[in-house]
Nanobody
Framework: QVQLVESGGGLVQPGGSLRLSCAAS??????????MGWYRQPLGKQRELVAI???????NYADSVKGRFTISRDNAKNTVYLQMNSLKPEDTAIYYC???????????????WGQGTQVTVSS
């Protein structure tokens, strides 16, 4: 059973930086990866997309993080990263990584989620 293991969260002061990592472990994905991404959920709010990097496609960012966050992936390691710079208190949330698979020749997708990692931006 493939699992996504996240790391890199923590407490940082406003203006600081953190780098989140998410690695797949425990097996092989049954279908090709369609996209890898990061989502976040602030306390009491809904989960929202932060950044997504499709296989062979163009990365996309939430407007609130453009110019500050950078998503990247290592296909050989099935790992996705999120470099977060110029962090603000409003970036405080639980961050979840996501891997979306697509069954070849179909529109069926399958989603894997990490366990979540807390990012707190506070002085």
């Amino acid at each position: 059973q493939v699992q996504l293991v996240e790391s890199g969260g923590g407490l940082v002061q406003p203006g600081g930086s953190l780098r989140l990592s998410c690695a797949a472990s425990g097996g092989i994905f049954p279908y090709p990866i369609h996209a890898m991404g990061w989502y976040r959920q602030p306390l009491g709010k809904q989960r929202e997309l932060v950044a997504i990097i499709p296989t062979g496609g163009v990365t996309n960012y939430a407007d609130s993080v453009k110019g500050r966050f950078t998503i990247s992936r290592d296909n050989a390691k099935n790992t996705v990263y999120l470099q977060m710079n110029s962090l603000k208190p409003e970036d405080t949330a639980i961050y979840y990584c996501n891997v979306e698979l697509r069954a070849p020749g179909t529109w069926r997708t399958y989603n894997y989620w990490g366990q979540g990692t807390q990012v707190t931006v506070s002085s």
